[in-house]
Nanobody
């Protein structure tokens, strides 16, 4: 399985950004496993941001609840992370994960 994440960039505090992760490869893994966004800020450990199961059950880190929304298009093997009301503390490299596979990450910088 390969995971390609995109959508990172520079955004001002209070702004929005949508991350996309496209999975490709063995559908036997893609279409049964949750997909998860993690992030790692400079000098900090990687942490779970949001996850979504195939049927659509979601889970969020407390600090992003109400601001971030994870969604999944199973027909396209794609997961999205809509990030609103972004804060400087959201600055990190965001990684897409499915089971034991990881994408390369996409950098989100929240700064004025």
């Amino acid at each position: 399985v390969q995971l390609q994440a995109s959508g990172g960039g520079l955004v001002e505090p209070g702004g929005s950004r949508r991350l996309t992760c496209v999975a490709s490869g063995n559908d036997n893994y893609i279409r049964v496993n949750p997909m998860t966004w993690y992030r790692q800020a400079p000098g900090k450990q990687r942490e779970l941001v949001a996850s979504i199961t195939v049927p659509g059950t979601t889970n969020y880190k407390d600090s992003v609840k109400g601001r971030f929304t994870i969604s999944r298009d199973n027909a396209k093997d794609t997961v999205y992370l809509q990030m609103n009301s972004l804060k400087p503390d959201d600055t990190a490299i965001y990684y897409c994960n499915l089971a034991r596979w990881w994408g390369r990450g996409t950098l989100v910088t929240v700064s004025s």
